[in-house]
Every structure is written in C-alpha cells, then in structure tokens.
C-alpha cells in the first residue's frame, strides 16, 4: 500500500471540494485530508478514491461518499474523549475520521464478511476503534450511554434505544426515510425527556437491516 505524492494531491483537492459543499470543520477536513481513501479500495478501482462518491465494497454495501461522512463527522460535534457508537461500520473508513476527531469509537457491522475484513485491515493502518460483529439497529446498551451515535445505513424511523443510549447533552445523526433517499435527522439529547430535532435533506443510503430497520430477505 503506497501512499505517494499523486494520492495525496488528490486527496487535498478532494478536501477543497468538500468544503466548497459546506464542511467548514477543520478538524473534519483535517481527518480527509489524512486518511488514504485509497487503502479501502480494491487496488483497480483506486483511481476512484478521491471522487466525491460512494462506492460499491463488498456484499452489496457502499463506502460512503466524503461529503457525507464529512456532514455526518460535522453535525456529531465531537470532541476529544467522546465515546461514540457507530452503526454500520462498512469499510471502515468513517470509524477512522471518528478516530482521527478523537473520539472513543464502538463501531457494530450487520455483514460477518465486512466485520471480518474491517478487524483485519484497520489496525494495520493504525486504527484501532472497538469493533462488534451484530444488529446494531437498536445500539448497543453494553457500552451505553454514548456522548454521540451515527447511522451509516438508511432507516425508515428513528429507533428509541439509539435515543436512549445517548448521553444528556449527546447527538444522534441517522438518514431517515425510504429506500431510496433520505433526511439526515439531527437529534440532540436536551434532558432525559427532551429532545431537539432538526432534518437536512437529499441523502441516499443503502438500507439499515435487523430489528428496527428494513426487514432483510436474505437472512
Ligand atoms: N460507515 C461505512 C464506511 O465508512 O464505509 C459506510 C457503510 S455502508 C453505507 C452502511 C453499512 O451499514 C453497511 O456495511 C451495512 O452492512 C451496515 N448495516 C446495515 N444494517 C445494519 C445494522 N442493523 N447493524 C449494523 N450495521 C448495519
């Protein structure tokens, strides 16, 4: 794995371009600029890396595209210290900006092959966030409560354990709404009893399976 001259010049211009959309969060384009995109991709599809696209992994699934891990890494307003649970854990690459922000990360990974994969790879590049191979469509109490939780997988309705879990004071952001397209849902956990919502639109996830998402015919 080589990270030469050609991928970080990429890399930089892809940080620009996800500013020009509206990430004004130094320390998130900071972790952009950092993490080789690249490393997650099949080395034939490399040339693809620094596109401000999702991407197709394995089993079906996508690594996200930047700008919404960058909206997503934006709206948890992390800081350092933050045990954060992320659902849906991919390629790995959004746990490794949530790690690069400082956080403590749980990440939970519905495909045993990913999970598997993801165990292996991240460590090798340095990383080391807590990961579980599960359902995290209803969290996980284990290690609540969490100071933020990001779904990185569709939802049709915001589940109540992820609000549960979540600190006083703490943040969810999960994409809710159809199969095909999503809001971002942004909620901030007021009181025990309270909470503040606020929805940003025009996301397009692949769907959140298990208990509380999209039934899953294959299983
Ligand atoms: N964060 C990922 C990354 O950086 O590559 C993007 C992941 S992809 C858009 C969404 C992931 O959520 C998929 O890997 C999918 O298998 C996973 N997923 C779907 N439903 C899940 C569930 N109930 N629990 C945990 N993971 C789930």
Not at 6 to 26: F, M, P, S, T
Not at 163 to 174: D, E, F, M, T, W
Request: glycine share 8%.
């Amino acid at each position: 794995m080589e990270d030469s001259y050609k991928h970080k010049g990429l890399r930089k211009q892809l940080v620009r371009e996800v500013a020009e959309k509206g990430i004004y969060d130094r320390r998130v384009l900071d972790a952009i600029n950092v993490i080789p995109r690249h490393f997650f991709f099949d080395p034939i599809f490399e040339t693809h890396a620094y596109e401000d696209k999702a991407f197709p992994i394995e089993v079906g699934q996508t690594i996200s595209q930047p700008f919404t891990v960058a909206f997503q890494s934006q709206l948890l307003k992390i800081n350092k210290g933050d045990k954060i649970l992320e659902i849906g854990t991919g390629s790995g690459y959004q746990a490794c900006v949530l790690v690069e922000l400082g956080a403590r990360v749980y990440t939970i990974e519905y495909q045993k092959k990913l999970y598997q994969k993801a165990i292996r790879f991240l460590p090798k590049l340095g990383y080391q966030p807590h990961m579980y191979h599960g359902d995290g469509s209803k969290g996980m109490s284990k290690f609540a409560p969490y100071d933020g939780i990001i779904v990185t997988a569709g939802a049709p309705t915001v589940p109540n354990e992820l609000i549960q879990q979540l600190k006083v004071g703490g943040r969810l952001v999960i994409p809710v709404g159809n199969n095909e397209t999503q809001s971002m849902v942004l909620i901030e956990k007021i009181t025990d009893n309270k909470i503040r919502k606020k929805q940003f639109e025009n996301f397009s996830f692949v769907p959140l399976l298990g208990e509380k998402g999209w039934s899953d015919s294959k299983t």
